[in-house]
């Protein structure tokens, strides 16, 4: 608006540069639209590109570029060869018998990991405001690690289903939504975790929707229970612990 009027505070010589640079911001912004027009088009007509669509998190454009980048995929052998080359997969340092993994690598083709980066932030984001929409997957992992390791998460494992379903040509199958209930908050389900121990090594608790329902306790979890409790000998010399009869006193 202030080049339009011609603002005395602008100098002439900079007012028709700036004139000229705002001409050509105005024409990239045409032939962009008019490109993406195209690519949508052309990612509606074509059938792998359409079937890809269907994952959530992938839209036209993202299903368009991987399928201008590697055809069919045929050059990966498996489903992480290709987010690894999506810079998704986790560094590795490796020196004799220790083993280091750090954070993605982000090598490979930038372009592609940015797409699907962009896809997860949006179902991170949705699932966030609507809990209920979220798998167990998704809960799992929103619980356990921070916003932005959840986003590269669900983008390398976008990237590992769009591999799949360009070897197998079949559809996009929907995961099993959780029961139907009041869903539990993530800061809930997060501090449920940490008070039981589920995920640590010898817990065999396992979680499973809106009505906290869980296996039976590990060995560690039962001998944490039996502490403190009266031993009594069986009749074979074994020694277990008494939960209903009290010692003679």
Known sequence: MLLEAGDDDVPPVLLSALRLLVRQIDQLATAIFILEKQIVARAREDETMRRLTTIPGV?????????TAI??????????????CCG????????????RERGI???????????FALGASTIMRHIRAISGRATEWQRGILARRPIKVAVVAQAARNARIAWAMLQSKESYRRPPRPRRGRPIPFWLDKLIRSATGQGAR???AKWSGPGLEHSAPSKRSKARRNAGRPIRVTH???????RTKRPDT
């Open 59 to 67: 839209g036209p454009l993202t299903a368009h570029a991987i399928v």
């Open 71 to 84: 055809g069919d995929g045929k050059q990966f052998d498996s489903a992480r060869d290709f987010a690894a």
């Open 88 to 99: 998704l997969t986790r560094r590795v340092d490796q020196s004799a018998d220790k083993r």
């Open 105 to 115: 690598s982000h090598q490979g083709e930038m372009r592609l990991r940015k797409l």
């Open 202 to 204: 010898g817990t065999t």
């Open 236 to 242: 074979r010399g074994q020694r277990s612990a008494d």
